[in-house]
């Protein structure tokens, strides 16, 4: 019968290795075998330094990976000498397996051997990386606990990471990591059965402008221009100037038109048409507070005219999600308030949701905190982990998987939902400069291609205050189409 997984019922995967971290050892095989392949699995201990994989039942035939940075000793766990050194080595990729490769054949191999070379007999295989420990490394986020690099808002830059220095922040790693392990199964136990998924594209929404300020007066106008103008992202040409100028003004136009938020030509309403031709249910995110005036909602999500957007949003399928503000990732009780905030306005419309999702302002993503934060807050998953400063793959994934945490040593609650690309990322002069043209587009389509070959989530960021001139809307359309 198709689909059916042969007569032989459900395999179990056993995995010899070190007992030492027990429970980082068992996030990063139950986040390989378990969550992405859909394997069972079992541990049975051993001595030797290294993972020796079989099927119970089938003697003869094993898979073998080297055992590097869970075995470290406790004195240089989290610390700098537990990194990977750079520049990385390269496994040249067997022809048979080099879709999961780079245009060179080769992968970079973040912890493994250091003169990479496998090995394939047929009934025992040996692959050269250490796979559970690459995949824990990209995931838990181990360099950003280790390492002290901070941009102006605290953020992890990525020219910090081993992927930015090592030319892969828009491969998705462990994805490919998964894909060869996975093929080198497949070929010594062609039986086994894997989890499939599939690819999507899900668009994403901070609502960071929707336009509600109440008309300021002149004054206030005057006061916002000149601070743009002082600032140390002022504008550098006459256009610049008169698109920042515009972006201050136009609130206060669009409020005296009496521009509805969802009505014909509206950012939110456009949005909406475009999941709708393309079959996608978006997500949303609110800022449900102020903990930095400068930087934080000039909108209360309580609203009459939000929680319309919101019942709006929910009637065509989407979801609603908290986007805390920019001082919150530090401060449990401002999560809490905001998370708060958000599900009352929710509740006052009768919006129910299973559940809730988080997206810092600003990115503003603290190393060793704001996962913590969100996970204590009950949020149920973040989807805030890419770099401001550059598109790719944070994690290494475009899977979701679930967080972990060094201070407990335990995995988490929260789920992490990786961010792929930002649209201020590929746009913006402080970041990759690329514009709205054909090298932006390029950019994000190669990133959506690299999602569709591991069968991954395409996760896009659109601000709602990025939909003014056509080009972005163009460049958001065309992205989408891709
Ligand atoms: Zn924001």
Redesign the pocket.
């Known amino acids: 019968m198709p689909g059916m997984a042969s007569g032989r019922g459900r395999q179990v995967i056993i995995v010899e290795c070190p007992v030492n971290r027990p429970s980082a050892r068992r996030y990063a095989l139950d986040l390989i075998l378990k969550e992405r392949l859909g394997l069972k699995w079992k541990w049975r201990p051993s001595t030797r330094r290294a993972y020796r994989i079989s099927v119970a039942g089938v003697p003869g035939r094993s898979l073998r990976l080297p055992d590097r940075l869970l075995s470290v000793s406790d004195q240089d766990w989290l610390q700098p000498a537990s990194l990977p050194r750079t520049p990385l080595a390269r496994w040249q990729v067997p022809p048979v397996d080099q879709a999961w490769a780079g245009t060179d054949g080769a992968v970079p191999v973040i912890y493994g051997k250091h003169s990479p070379v496998g090995s394939d007999d047929g009934l025992k295989v040996s692959l050269p990386l250490d796979v559970p420990g690459s995949v824990f490394f990209m995931c838990s986020r181990y360099e950003e606990w280790v390492l002290p690099d901070r941009d102006e808002h605290g953020r992890f830059p990525s020219h910090a990471s081993v992927a930015g220095r090592c030319g892969f922040l828009t491969e998705p790693i462990v994805d490919h990591y998964i894909e060869l392990l996975w093929a080198a199964m497949h070929r010594l136990w062609p039986h086994l059965r894997r989890r499939e998924t599939s690819f999507r594209t899900m668009l994403s929404h901070?609502v960071?402008r929707p336009y509600l300020e109440p008309l300021k007066s002149l004054k206030d106008v005057a006061t916002d221009v000149h601070a743009a103008l002082r600032g140390e992202n002022r504008p550098a040409t006459r256009e610049e100037a008169w698109l920042a100028g515009r972006e201050i003004v136009d609130p206060h136009f669009a409020l005296r038109r009496r521009t509805l938020l969802t009505e014909n030509g509206s950012a939110f309403r456009w949005l909406l048409d475009l999941a709708a031709r393309h079959g996608l249910r978006s997500a949303f995110y609110f800022?449900g507070g102020v903990t930095d005036p400068q930087r934080d909602a000039s909108y209360a999500v309580g609203h009459p005219a939000l929680r319309g957007l919101m019942v709006l949003l929910r009637r065509e399928g989407h979801e609603i999600g908290l986007?805390p503000s920019y001082a919150s990732g530090t401060d449990i009780t401002a999560i809490r308030r905001e998370f708060r905030a958000l599900r009352r306005a929710c509740a006052f419309e009768r919006i129910w949701q299973a559940k809730w999702g988080a997206r810092m302002?600003?990115l503003r993503w603290i190393p060793k905190e704001t996962a913590r934060t969100l996970d204590k807050a009950g949020l149920d998953y973040d989807a805030t982990l890419t770099y401001a400063d550059h598109i790719g793959f944070r994690c290494g994934t475009c899977h979701e998987f679930p967080g972990f945490d060094h201070v407990t040593g335990k995995p988490m609650r929260l789920r992490l939902r990786p961010l792929i690309a930002m649209d201020v990322s590929v746009t913006s002069r402080i970041y990759m400069n690329l514009g709205f043209g054909e090298a932006a587009f390029t950019a994000l389509r190669d990133v959506k291609e690299a999602c569709r070959a591991v069968n991954g989530n395409f996760t896009l960021l659109w601000?709602d205050n990025r939909l003014a001139t056509e080009e972005e809307r163009h460049l958001l359309a065309e992205v989408v189409s891709a």
């Open positions: 901070d960071d800022l986007h302002h600003y601000h």
